[in-house]
Every structure is written in structure tokens, then in C-alpha cells.
């Protein structure tokens, strides 16, 4: 994914001459071309990521569009005050990307892991918050990130996320997309999840059961015409590479209390603990159940 965003960025880049990139001492390879099409819109802003976001502030004051780059937990909780104080309180419109998310460096253990990210951005006034689930849906996004006239946050993954898509879907920011539908369960993924959700409606479907697919990419603000739509089924499956502590999952269980409009939710992801000594991202899921395997038994218990 982290591949797609550069060479969005770059093409891009290309005609729109506000935007511009900071990035905090990592991908100087990967943005080779940008620095090709925009070296002076192209600043490596060093191991400073508190200094880059209030950098990006001044800068979109200015009348730029920037984008602040770096691994997750680095662009987000390391400078948490800034973004609040600088971004979301300036209402400026300066994307903050986050790479390698939820566990995608599961080997480099908890100080590289970001299951906390999702519920640090969303409960920030003005933030909007998008997961694209792959390749092809950070590049049905991207554009519209240029239209944004807040702040954003953008949680893309690391790279060889399956592809759900043959070609770009057709996304909007704010919207949920279907790509199956069903009438027994909904299947709500967000982020590189996706393909679990996936895996989990071929096989129940193998079985007889129905279930949606769709992908949540916004997390906020939250497609409410969608999730009044989700009282129609036995149950709502959650499914998302981030704590169950303030996640999407979370923020659906919030929105059913809120408009007294309950759901039968069943919510997958990260537990309340660190985990460590992992050799890879599916050897974490496999830890955690987030995997068809460990969610398809959940699911038929809930049920039953």
C-alpha cells in the first residue's frame, strides 16, 4: 500500500503544485520520483514528528496541502498534542498518513504496533478518519484527500495486502461500500481485514448463511445511512486490525446506544493486551483470532 500512496502523491504532485510531502527520516527511496517531480515540496522533516505536524500547520496556513508521513504509532501518538492542538483545533487541511498499521511490523514489537491509533484520532474534533482496505481502494480515495478542508487521518498498511478488487472501486469518503450482499450477516470490515471478511462469507455461504461484505473505510465520520440499514440482520460482525478499546467496532456499538437503535454486534480484533515475540502480521492475527478460523465458531455460537 505504502507503494500505491507514493505513487499517488507523485502523480498527483505533478499538476497540484500546493501539495507537498514530510516525512520523518523514513521512505527516502520510496519518494525518489516525488523528489523527481517536487524537490522543494518534498522535505525530510528528520526523527521529529511533533516539529512536522506544526510544520504542516504553518505550511497549509499558507495556503499548501500537506501530507505527514511515517510509521503509525510515530504520526500519531508520539505527537498526539500537536496534531490536536495544531491540526484539529486549526481545522487545517493536512493529511496525516500512517504506514504499516495495526500489526503490520508485528515483529518489531509493541513500540511498532498501532492498535490505538483509530480511537486517538477519532475522538478529535474536525478529524475525519479513513482506512483504506488495499492498494485499489487507497487509490479510489486518494483524490478526494485534495478536496478535504480539515484535517484527515489516512491508515494505509505496509505492503502485499491481497487485493479485494480487480480494478478501483468506486468509494467516496463518508460512504460505506457493499461489495456482497447478504441477508443473514453483516460482515463489517475496515483496513486490510478486509480479506478475512471475505474469507469468512465464502465459507459461510458454503454452509447456507448469507452475509454482507462491506467495507467500512471511513471509521468517521460514520456512513449513518448505512448503519440504519444493519437492524435487518441476525448479527454484525466487526472486523479490524486495532483495539476493540475504541475502534470501529466500538464507535458502532456508540452510534446503536445513541440512537437507540440496537444491534446485535460481535466485535473481532485486538484484545486489551500488548503482544509480542511475533514473527509476522499473521502469525499476531493467528494469536489474537483475528483469522476466518477463529471468527467462523464466534459467529455460529452467536447465532445459536
Given at each position: 500500500?505504502?507503494?500505491?500512496?507514493?505513487?499517488?502523491?507523485?502523480?498527483?504532485?505533478?499538476?497540484?503544485?500546493?501539495?507537498?510531502?514530510?516525512?520523518?527520516?523514513?521512505?527516502?527511496?520510496?519518494?525518489?520520483?516525488?523528489?523527481?517531480?517536487?524537490?522543494?515540496?518534498?522535505?525530510?522533516?528528520?526523527?521529529?514528528?511533533?516539529?512536522?505536524?506544526?510544520?504542516?500547520?504553518?505550511?497549509?496556513?499558507?495556503?499548501?496541502?500537506?501530507?505527514?508521513?511515517?510509521?503509525?504509532?510515530?504520526t500519531t501518538a508520539r505527537n498526539f498534542e500537536q496534531i490536536k492542538v495544531d491540526l484539529a483545533y486549526a481545522n487545517v487541511p493536512v493529511v496525516i498518513v500512517g504506514t504499516g498499521s495495526g500489526l503490520a511490523?508485528?515483529?518489531?514489537?509493541?513500540?511498532?504496533?498501532?492498535?490505538?491509533?483509530?480511537?486517538?484520532?477519532?475522538?478529535?474534533?474536525?478529524?475525519?478518519?479513513?482506512?483504506?482496505?488495499?492498494?485499489?481502494?487507497?487509490?479510489?480515495?486518494?483524490?478526494?484527500?485534495?478536496?478535504?478542508?480539515?484535517?484527515?487521518?489516512?491508515?494505509?498498511?505496509?505492503?502485499?495486502?491481497?487485493?479485494?478488487?480487480?480494478?478501483?472501486?468506486?468509494?467516496?469518503?463518508?460512504?460505506?461500500?457493499?461489495?456482497?450482499?447478504?441477508?443473514?450477516?453483516?460482515?463489517?470490515?475496515?483496513?486490510?481485514?478486509?480479506?478475512?471478511?471475505?474469507?469468512?462469507?465464502?465459507?459461510?455461504?458454503?454452509?447456507?448463511?448469507?452475509?454482507?461484505?462491506?467495507?467500512?473505510?471511513?471509521?468517521?465520520?460514520?456512513?449513518?445511512?448505512?448503519?440504519?440499514?444493519?437492524?435487518?440482520?441476525?448479527?454484525?460482525?466487526?472486523?479490524?486490525?486495532?483495539?476493540?478499546?475504541?475502534?470501529?467496532?466500538?464507535?458502532?456499538?456508540?452510534?446503536?446506544?445513541?440512537?437507540?437503535?440496537?444491534?446485535?454486534?460481535?466485535?473481532?480484533?485486538?484484545?486489551?493486551?500488548?503482544?509480542?515475540?511475533?514473527?509476522?502480521?499473521?502469525?499476531?492475527?493467528?494469536?489474537?483470532?483475528?483469522?476466518?478460523?477463529?471468527?467462523?465458531?464466534?459467529?455460529?455460537?452467536?447465532?445459536?
Open positions: 500500500m505504502r507503494n500505491k500512496f507514493a505513487e499517488c502523491l507523485t502523480r498527483a504532485a505533478e499538476t497540484n503544485e500546493s501539495l507537498c510531502l514530510l516525512y520523518a527520516d523514513i521512505g527516502n527511496r520510496l519518494f525518489d520520483k516525488l523528489k523527481g517531480v517536487a524537490p522543494t515540496r518534498t522535505i525530510n522533516a528528520g526523527i521529529a514528528e511533533a516539529n512536522m505536524a506544526s510544520m504542516a500547520s504553518g505550511m497549509a496556513q499558507m495556503g499548501l496541502h500537506p501530507f505527514i508521513y511515517t510509521i503509525t504509532p510515530f511490523y508485528a515483529n518489531l514489537g509493541p513500540t511498532h504496533h498501532s492498535f490505538e491509533d483509530i480511537a486517538l484520532m477519532r475522538v478529535l474534533p474536525n478529524m475525519k478518519v479513513v482506512c483504506p482496505a488495499d492498494s485499489m481502494e487507497l487509490e479510489a480515495l486518494f483524490p478526494q484527500l485534495l478536496e478535504e478542508k480539515g484535517p484527515v487521518y489516512f491508515r494505509i498498511g505496509k505492503k502485499n495486502e491481497p487485493l479485494n478488487y480487480v480494478e478501483p472501486p468506486k468509494l467516496k469518503i463518508g460512504k460505506a461500500h457493499v461489495l456482497e450482499q447478504g441477508n443473514d450477516i453483516a460482515l463489517v470490515c475496515t483496513g486490510p481485514v478486509l480479506d478475512v471478511g471475505a474469507q469468512i462469507a465464502e465459507q459461510l455461504k458454503q454452509e447456507g448463511v448469507s452475509c454482507q461484505l462491506t467495507s467500512l473505510h471511513t471509521v468517521k465520520p460514520l456512513d449513518q445511512d448505512y448503519l440504519a440499514s444493519l437492524n435487518e440482520f441476525k448479527l454484525v460482525v466487526t472486523i479490524e486490525e486495532h483495539s476493540l478499546v475504541g475502534g470501529m467496532g466500538a464507535s458502532l456499538c456508540e452510534w446503536s446506544m445513541d440512537t437507540r437503535k440496537p444491534l446485535n454486534i460481535l466485535r473481532c480484533g485486538i484484545p486489551d493486551e500488548f503482544i509480542d515475540q511475533l514473527s509476522s502480521n499473521q502469525s499476531a492475527r493467528e494469536r489474537i483470532g483475528l483469522t476466518a478460523e477463529a471468527i467462523i465458531p464466534k459467529i455460529k455460537s452467536r447465532l445459536d
